[in-house]
């Protein structure tokens, strides 16, 4: 929607109205304006209103509050209605639909502009998009937020295609698996789908890899959206790529066979000629291993999701990973420990992965990550795979 439109909301509550002036009369017990002024009565209180708050607002006109929440998207019949003279039509609309008028001073002409406009719940971004498209705006605008989301971005193209497209390993477990017969699942892939929900779109995963993880992510024709499968939080990546909030804690750690468990009791131990250590190639696994175990044997292994087995067998000794992957291998192979679990060798957090100038996209996974956190559906999606919740 256009900058304008910021402070209006609407949300589809109010019933179309058979006459503004049987929403006056209603709106005088709420000390709204007099029934027998009608329209410019309440035109002349939004106007009052307005100059009270000339970096936008947005007024439900049946409370005469202000919304906390919601995604703003103005109306096509009222775009462009600037000044006194013109917020009579404004407000007559606004009654007659959802009851909301947003305005705000134009500091480059210097006058202010109103917009009859529609609320939706931040949980509908793709509602709020599609609006905001077949209406013409620019942008829509998050309430809570305080931001705008562009509609020539990719939020609005993952709108209009009606699917997002998830980067993934899919070598992962728990957060990100892919069976033989196609079909994955995992932690992380469900953020997707969460995040997918709050656009109103389908999720559609595209396979890549450790190694191509970045190139693919940065290429000129990205074959999806954002990544997510269990992606560390750098300034590396920070640097080159949009990485969101962290939505799940994360450290390095090993596995080993049960047998050996007392072996190995910090890095000290690992870090031997006699002790082969096996990682997958081209991630922050192998970096970690190379930085650190300057002695030890470093074996390669392309699949991330076999090495557990390999170890199990015997052919490494010990495999570099993470806090969020080896509690799942221990609970399902008796063979394997983690040893070290509770004493990770580094600290971070686990993150969506964007190519930059995806800032829209980046508002919306950060809004939904956070959302998360406080309904506590987060946590609850922690606890179903066994991970330690750190927020």
Known sequence: MKKQARAGLGVLSVMMLLCCQAVL????????????????????????FSQDHPDGFTLDLRSWTEPARGIAVSYAATQGRHSRS?????????????GYVGGWLNPQDGLYYFDSTRLFAEDS???????????????????????????????????????????????????????????????????AQAIAGRLGVETEYVK??????????????????????????????????????????????????????DRFTSLADIDRPEVVVMVNPGGLNERFARQNLTHATIKVHQQNEEIPALIARGEADVMITEITEAPYY???????????????????EIGVLM?????????????????????GSLRQLHDKYGLVYAY
């Open 25 to 48: 009369a209603a709106c005088s017990k709420s000390d709204v304006a007099p029934q027998a002024d009608g329209i410019p009565a309440v035109a002349d209180r939004v106007w009052a």
């Open 86 to 98: 013109q917020l009579d039509g404004v407000v007559s609309h606004a009654l007659a639909h959802d």
């Open 125 to 191: 971004v793709g509602a709020a998009v599609s609006f905001g498209l077949d209406n013409g705006q620019q942008t829509v605008f998050v309430i809570s937020a305080l931001t705008d989301i562009p509609l020539d971005g990719t939020v609005a193209e993952i709108v209009s295609r009606g699917t997002i497209r998830v980067g993934t390993t899919g070598d992962y477990r728990p957060l990100s698996f892919r069976e033989d017969d196609g079909s994955y699942w995992g932690f992380c892939l469900e953020v």
């Open 208 to 261: 890549t890899s450790w190694p191509t993880l970045t190139a693919d992510v940065t290429a000129t024709q990205p074959t999806f959206d954002l990544a997510l499968c269990g992606i560390t939080i750098t300034d590396a990546r920070r640097e080159t790529m949009l990485m969101s909030d962290g939505y799940l804690a994360n450290g390095k750690t090993i596995l080993c066979r049960a047998e050996q468990a």
């Open 330 to 348: 221990v609970k399902t192979d008796p063979r394997l420990a983690a040893p070290l679990i509770d004493r990770p060798f580094t600290h971070g």
């Open 355 to 375: 190519r930059q100038g995806q800032d829209d996209l980046l508002q919306v996974v950060n809004n939904v990550i956070r959302q998360m956190k406080a309904d």
